[in-house]
C-alpha cells in the first residue's frame, strides 16, 4: 500500500462527509473512559454507561478510583463485559495516579507514553492508540476491523498484517499530523458503518471507482 492510496482515500472521504469533530467527550479522560467501554461493543450502549458515570460524577480519575468496584460495574452494566470492565477501569486511574496524574502522562514523550499505555492490563494497541490520539492529541493512528476491512475490500492490503505494520503505513502518509489522523479514523468508522458495512452499499459509494470490491458490483 502506498501513501497516495492512504491520502487519496482521505480526501476522498472528507469530501463526501466533511468533518466529524471526534472523538466525542467532553474531557481527555472521558476519552480514556470511552476507549475501554468501546471494546466489543457497539458506541450507543457506550453512550449509556457514560452517562450513567457522569449522572454519579465519576467522569474524573480520583472519583473512579474511590467507588466501589461493584457499582462502577453496574453503573457501566450497558457497555457489556461490565466486570472486565470496570476491573479494567480501576487499573487505567491506578496507572494515572502511579504516574503522577494526566499532566504528567501528557509531558511524556509519545512513544514512552505509548509504551506505558500498553502495560496497564486490558489496554492493548488499539485501545492505545485511541487514547494517545484523542486524549493526548498525539500523532499515531488507531487501526480497527473496519479500517482492516475497508483497506481489504480496496485492495490495498490483505487484512491479517500486524497491527503496528498498518499503524506505521497510516502514521507515515500523514506524518505528525495529528489533525488529519483524527479526522481520519472517525471518516473510516462513519464509512464503514453507513456504507463499506458488513454488506457493503457500493453504488453510490464515494470510493467505488477505486475499489477492487466495488469495481465487482454493478452500477
Ligand atoms: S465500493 Fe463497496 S466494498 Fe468498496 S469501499 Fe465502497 S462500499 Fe466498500
Excluded at 486524549?135 to 476491523?145: G, M
Aim: charged fraction near 25%.
Amino acid at each position: 500500500m502506498k501513501g497516495s492510496c492512504e491520502r487519496q482515500v482521505f480526501e476522498r472521504l472528507r469530501l463526501a462527509y466533511g468533518t466529524s469533530g471526534w472523538w466525542p467527550a467532553e474531557s481527555g479522560f472521558e476519552v480514556m473512559v470511552g476507549a475501554v467501554l468501546t471494546q466489543n461493543t457497539a458506541w450507543a450502549n457506550v453512550e449509556r454507561a457514560i452517562a450513567e458515570l457522569r449522572r454519579a460524577d465519576l467522569l474524573a480519575p480520583e472519583a473512579i478510583a474511590a467507588v466501589g468496584l461493584g457499582q462502577l460495574a453496574s453503573l457501566i452494566r450497558s457497555s457489556g463485559y461490565f466486570n472486565v470492565k470496570a476491573a479494567r477501569l480501576k487499573a487505567l486511574v491506578a496507572w494515572i495516579h502511579d504516574s503522577g496524574g494526566l499532566e504528567a502522562l501528557g509531558r511524556m514523550p509519545t512513544e514512552v507514553l505509548r509504551a506505558r499505555l500498553l502495560e496497564v492490563k486490558g489496554v492493548g494497541p488499539e485501545t492505545a492508540d485511541d487514547i494517545l490520539l484523542y486524549a493526548f492529541h498525539r500523532p499515531v493512528f488507531v487501526i480497527d476491523a473496519y479500517t482492516r476491512r475497508l483497506f481489504s475490500r480496496l485492495g490495498a492490503i490483505r487484512g491479517n498484517e500486524h497491527y503496528e505494520i498498518l499503524r506505521r503505513r497510516f502514521e507515515e502518509a500523514f506524518p505528525d499530523d495529528v489533525a488529519r489522523l483524527n479526522e481520519y479514523h472517525a471518516l473510516i468508522v462513519r464509512h464503514a458503518k453507513d456504507v463499506c458495512r458488513s454488506r457493503p452499499l457500493c453504488p453510490g459509494c464515494a470510493l467505488k471507482d477505486l475499489c477492487a470490491v466495488g469495481a465487482l458490483q454493478p452500477g
